[in-house]
Nanobody
Framework: QVQFVESGGGLVQAGGSLRLSCRAP???????????IGWYRQGPAKQRELVASISSARNTDYADSVKGRFTISRDNSRKTVYLQMNSLKPEDTAAYYC????????WGQGTQVTVPS
């Protein structure tokens, strides 16, 4: 099971930007590159949702709520996936996680993003 390490969250005013990073553990070598990786988030009293994903061919997909504001990318040499978040809104407040798509049950600790209203 792969457990990613997320970082980059914080407190940002509405309209601001953050860049999240998600690094796979060193034990992952040949298994990382072919994987489709997604960024998920779970807001207060909400279900966890998939907000962006990127395939091994770098095809991307976004939830309607973040389309045009968030950009997912990956660096296979560093086994890292990024989420550039622009024009942040209070409704983006959540803990953000990365995982495979479809996800496995081995979630990391996540990184908190807070956008005050």
């Amino acid at each position: 099971q792969v457990q990613f390490v997320e970082s980059g969250g914080g407190l940002v005013q509405a309209g601001g930007s953050l860049r999240l990073s998600c690094r796979a553990p060193r034990s992952i070598t040949s298994t990382f590159n072919p994987l489709t990786i997604g960024w998920y988030r779970q807001g207060p009293a909400k279900q966890r949702e998939l907000v962006a994903s990127i395939s091994s061919a770098r095809n991307t997909d976004y939830a309607d709520s973040v389309k045009g504001r968030f950009t997912i990318s990956r660096d296979n040499s560093r086994k890292t996936v990024y989420l550039q978040m622009n024009s942040l809104k209070p409704e983006d407040t959540a803990a953000y996680y990365c995982n495979t798509v479809p996800h496995n049950d081995n979630w990391g600790q996540g990184t908190q993003v807070t956008v005050p209203s």
